[in-house]
């Protein structure tokens, strides 16, 4: 979907002019296409369409509706789009907006918008991936972004999803806010007072955003609070100074909040009472800027009929000498909280740039915080929170640029040993890797992969010595100290990913290689780099068979990492009749990696235990978790054969989930190594600055109550990887796995 997003869109619109033509669809030419609008002929081919209707639009005459097909080849969508000059935008917020709604089963649709610089380089792209449309009913969605000075043009357009229809009507584009830029402040380093002001400000943050549910906290707009307030704390000159700041810099959205020296703790303040009672309601911890679809995470302010019981305000040390006492609850009556005061709100919308030293601190508070209130690991990985506070926002202070900034960040993530913990910038480029693979085989970095017909420099086998120059040891300890992982196994996994990626400015990269045709030699070799393949056979470290092979007569080799919902259902009589099945896990399996299980049992299977917090106060002090999970249904027909599972420490997530019903249930033989030790829906956030981090916002135990984060699952019979193996092309893990399943232990 991305490739066709990024295709430039110029034949034909070279004179649009804004607004957007035909924004109703009431004209379309002798074919049916609204006028001012594209329609790809290799869609129509493909089977997709697209019409104008004149019955059940959402306004006017007439609207666009876009019709799918049951037989679309792999990632091809149906796709109606537009361009349109930019000028006229430039510096402004805008929204796309159009009404639409979605005929048929298995259907979706996603609007789009893309935002061109003159270089036909990309500024911005969002098509709506994390939040699909299904709903039959007419419903109004939105796309908003900041549009830079140097916007040449825009692409949007509709995408329909599946065999039915997607109607769209009332398209529209607009300005909705100057965008202002924060004023420049150059890189300098944080004072001791400095760093201890901040401190203190990033804790009372946490605290009032998460905890405090006046409705003028509710209203903040929290980043540009934690810009604007980093830039009052950081310049007091003392404790005392401190104190009385953080009371102007709070005091308007929270009222009732008391900041005061720890010596001299005041009165507690008699509440102003309400006949309503209200506090916040966490399930994990609902961000505003997370980009998952279907997201179980909530955080809701609550009202409850006022009662005899109402909890005392929470009371922490913010930075020795200064005390804050929150209020976790306040009393409501029908004019909203107490004390009643004014709401604050931001009058501007800011393009907040990572350059800008103020809004690297703000992304820096803000990520600490969700991490120290809401992260379900810091019992397992035993990190000193408090201590990488104060190394992050000293970094960002002296940071000079995006990649500087990325490091912080990523050095912070790191700090929480977690598996799916990553950052991403908006702008990064993208990553191009050579006609190879390379993977760690014990101690070596080796290559494993060469693609057929593309490179004939080196050969499987081969030892690397240097990339680019440079020791391939200290290219991966420099790599390694910003991957975060719950185990080595998934941290020499990413390394080895990040050691493949080649130079972005010259999309080529050199390797010092030890022949293992010519031990204790040396030879260099120049690679050229292109865009990588997703899943393709060639790509993957080991010489996997198709992804459905009969391996022997009646040993039937399934790999779920690349097998289909299209093609488990005919395979499905081809284990039943199998003698022996093998299923590879080395990978993030798709929809069948769960399905294979419910043939290999007789009864109730059910996945490990999910646990997600309920944080009632701050810094994880009362935060009681609810248990869920999956069951599995038994299927038919069953699957009686011998049957083996592959796996390593590729194995992450949803793989983990599925291997662990296979450990607990003993459904089959684990062969391998030890998978990643990182499970839990991830609830990823957006930071200041254009950046994004992944974390895993929920807590999984085995089956048994015992820890899975950093352990993850073992195998039953454990196999390495060779040198001699990976260079006569055997897959080891398979080969092991086949004698396995033919009864020989």
């Not at 926002?393 to 040993?417: E, I, M, N, P, Q």
């Not at 796996?647 to 019903?661: P, Q, V």
């Not at 062969?671 to 807590?699: C, D, R």
Request: glycine share 8%.
């Amino acid at each position: 979907m991305r490739r066709l997003l990024l295709l430039p869109f110029f034949a034909g619109f070279a004179c649009a002019q804004a607004p957007i033509a035909n924004p109703g669809f009431e004209l379309a030419d002798a074919n049916g296409i609204p006028n001012g609008w594209s329609f790809p002929p290799v869609l129509a081919k493909a089977g997709f369409a697209v019409g104008v209707a004149d019955q059940a639009c959402h306004s006017g005459m007439r609207c666009a509706v876009l019709t799918g097909t049951p037989n679309a080849p792999p990632n091809m969508f149906g796709n109606l789009m537009q361009t349109l000059p930019a000028s006229g935008y430039i510096g402004h917020r805008v929204r796309l907006r159009a009404s639409i709604r979605v005929e048929g089963a298995q259907t979706r649709a996603q609007m789009w918008l893309r935002v061109d610089r003159a270089d036909n380089s990309m500024a911005f792209l969002e098509n709506m991936g994390s939040r699909p449309i299904i709903s039959s009913e007419w419903k109004t969605y939105d796309i908003e972004t900041n549009v830079p000075a140097d916007a040449a043009r825009f692409a949007l357009g509709f995408l329909v999803f599946g065999p039915g229809k997607v109607w769209v009507d009332d398209v529209s584009i607009e300005r909705i806010a100057e965008v202002h830029k924060d004023p420049a402040e150059a890189p300098r380093p944080l004072t001791p007072q400095g760093l201890t002001n901040l401190t203190a400000f990033t804790k009372l943050y946490g605290y009032v955003r998460f905890f405090h549910p006046s409705d003028q906290a509710a209203k903040t707009d929290w980043e540009t609070f934690a810009v604007e307030g980093a830039r009052k704390a950081e310049s007091a000159a003392s404790n005392a100074e401190l104190t009385e700041r953080l009371r102007q810099i709070f005091e308007p959205i929270a009222p009732s909040v008391r900041v005061f020296p720890t010596a001299q703790r005041p009165k507690l303040p008699e509440a102003i009472t309400g006949p309503e009672v209200v506090r916040y309601k966490h399930t994990g911890v609902g961000l505003a800027t997370t980009t998952i679809p279907n997201n179980i995470y909530k955080s809701q302010i609550v009202r409850e009929k006022a009662g005899a019981q109402f909890p005392a305000p929470f009371e922490a040390v913010l930075v020795p000498g200064i005390t804050s006492m929150v209020p976790v609850a306040l009393y409501a009556d029908s004019e909203g909280t107490l004390p009643h005061a004014k709401l604050v709100s931001s009058p501007f919308v800011f393009d907040r740039d990572p350059t800008e030293r103020a809004t690297r601190l703000a992304a820096v508070i803000i990520a600490w915080n969700v991490f120290q209130h809401f992260y379900p690991y810091f019992d397992v990985v035993k990190t000193d929170w408090n201590a990488e506070l104060a190394k992050a926002l000293t970094r960002a202070s002296t940071d000079t640029g995006v990649d500087d900034f990325s490091g912080t960040l990523r050095l912070l993530v790191a700090a929480l040993k977690d598996g799916h913990g990553n950052v991403y910038w908006q702008g990064q480029r993208a990553r191009t890797v050579p006609p190879l693979t390379l993977d760690w085989v014990g101690d070596q970095f080796l290559v494993t992969r060469v693609q057929s017909g593309k490179w004939t420099g080196a050969a499987v086998g081969d030892r690397v010595l240097k990339i680019d120059g440079k020791p391939v040891e200290q290219a991966a300890a420099e790599i390694e100290q910003y991957i975060s992982g719950a185990t080595p196994q998934w941290i020499r996994y990413r390394s080895a990913t990040e050691l493949s990626v080649c130079n972005p400015a010259t999309k080529r990269m050199s390797l010092e290689l030890e022949p293992v045709a010519n031990p204790k030699t040396i030879r260099t070799v120049e690679l050229p780099c292109a865009m990588p393949k997703i899943k393709d056979m060639e790509t993957y470290t080991e010489p996997r068979p198709e992804k459905i092979a009969e391996l022997e007569p009646g040993i039937i080799y399934v790999d779920l990492d690349r097998v289909t919902e299209e093609d488990w259902i005919p395979l499905v009589p081809r284990l039943e009749k199998a003698t022996g099945s093998i299923f590879d896990m080395r990978g993030y399996p798709a929809q069948p990696g769960i399905q294979a299980l419910a043939h290999l049992t007789d009864s109730t299977i059910r996945s490990a235990k999910w646990n997600v917090a309920s944080a009632a106060l701050p810094d994880r002090l009362d935060s009681p978790y609810t248990e869920s999970g999956w069951d599995v249904q038994p299927a038919k027909p069953y699957f009686s054969a011998r049957r083996v599972f592959l796996t390593d420490g590729r194995a992450i997530s949803y793989a983990e989930t599925i291997m662990g019903i296979v450990e607990r249930f003993k459904l089959g033989e684990i062969v391998g190594g030890p998978t990643a030790g990182t499970n839990g829906n991830v609830n990823p956030f957006a930071l200041p600055g254009g950046f994004t981090v992944s974390w895993t916002g929920m807590k999984v135990l085995k089956h048994d109550g015992t820890q899975h984060h950093g352990v993850g699952i073992l195998p039953t019979v454990p196999v390495s990887r060779t040198r001699q193996g990976v260079a006569e092309s055997k897959d080891e893990i398979l080969l092991r796995g086949l004698e396995v399943v033919k009864g020989n232990r």
